[in-house]
């Protein structure tokens, strides 16, 4: 099967991100109080809202208030029933190096909640690589019918005005994954020159690609599918 390179009609939802229904917080602290609010209420998908809204006022130059945030999003993730989301925003703050009192705690809480047997059971499911300002792009693995697997990538590029515009940047790129499943790469990425190889270990999948021209032609200005994505979902 070749690979077909398009802008996937999921992706476009993203250009226009769900705002708060019934309250807006325009600060850090009034996106805490809404989220709390929410959390406590058990309005689990408008706290997870306030919280994102929350990271993206601190992400940048508040590593105490991108904490809280995390940590947030975590449980709010927890208690949706959403364990897998949990994990990956408990990889964030792993890789942020953020090591505070509740961050250690939900560290167990979250490893208590999820399944890493059945998550790495398989290369099938849904891994997200972090982009920055709480969004996220994707990789979908799924059998082919013949003993195979295709991925279907949907990366994008966050910008600086995710709120306002939507993701600067958007793509697709799929295909036939040829190898075992551990070592895997795209056929047909792109020509001979573009190859993209997929490394898996556990509910971690580590991307390489290659940069050269026409390589990265399956997306606007800066995309890529490199990287480091972890899985959420079997």
């Known amino acids: 099967?070749?690979?077909?390179?398009?802008?996937?009609?999921?992706?476009?939802?993203?250009?226009?991100?769900?705002?708060?229904?019934?309250?807006?917080?325009?600060?850090?602290?009034?996106?805490?109080?809404?989220?709390?609010?929410?959390?406590?209420?058990?309005?689990?998908?408008?706290?997870?809202?306030?919280?994102?809204?929350?990271?993206?006022?601190?992400?940048r130059d508040d590593a105490v208030g991108l904490e809280l945030a995390v940590n947030n999003l975590m449980l709010a993730n927890l208690r949706a029933g959403d364990a897998g989301m949990a994990r990956a925003w408990l990889q964030l703050a792993l890789d942020s190096n953020l090591s505070g009192s509740a961050t250690r705690h939900n560290l167990a809480k979250v490893s208590q909640a999820l399944d890493y047997s059945a998550l790495s059971a398989s290369p099938v499911g849904r891994y997200?690589?972090?982009?920055?300002?709480?969004?996220?792009?994707?990789?979908?693995?799924?059998?082919?019918g013949s003993g195979g697997y295709l991925a279907n990538f949907a990366p994008l590029r966050a910008g600086a005005r995710v709120e306002e515009y939507g993701p600067a940047a958007i793509g697709g790129l799929e295909g036939k994954?040829?190898?075992?499943?551990?070592?895997?790469?795209?056929?047909?990425?792109?020509?001979?020159?573009?190859?993209?190889?997929?490394?898996?270990?556990?509910?971690?999948?580590?991307?390489?690609?290659?940069?050269?021209?026409?390589?990265?032609?399956?997306?606007?200005?800066?995309?890529?599918?490199?990287?480091?994505?972890?899985?959420?979902?079997?």
């Open 177 to 234: 994954l040829v190898g075992d499943t551990v070592q895997m790469r795209l056929e047909d990425a792109g020509g001979s020159d573009c190859a993209v190889q997929l490394l898996r270990e556990g509910i971690h999948m580590q991307v390489l690609e290659v940069f050269a021209d026409g390589c990265q032609d399956y997306g606007g200005m800066g995309i890529s599918v490199g990287g480091n994505y972890i899985k959420v979902r079997p």
């Open 1 to 59: 099967m070749m690979p077909m390179r398009h802008i996937p009609l999921l992706l476009l939802s993203l250009l226009a991100l769900p705002v708060l229904a019934e309250e807006q917080c325009a600060s850090a602290a009034q996106c805490n109080q809404v989220g709390t609010a929410a959390y406590q209420a058990g309005r689990f998908d408008q706290a997870i809202e306030a919280f994102e809204r929350q990271l993206r006022r601190v992400e």
């Open 128 to 144: 997200l690589r972090y982009g920055g300002q709480a969004v996220w792009s994707e990789l979908q693995i799924s059998e082919d």
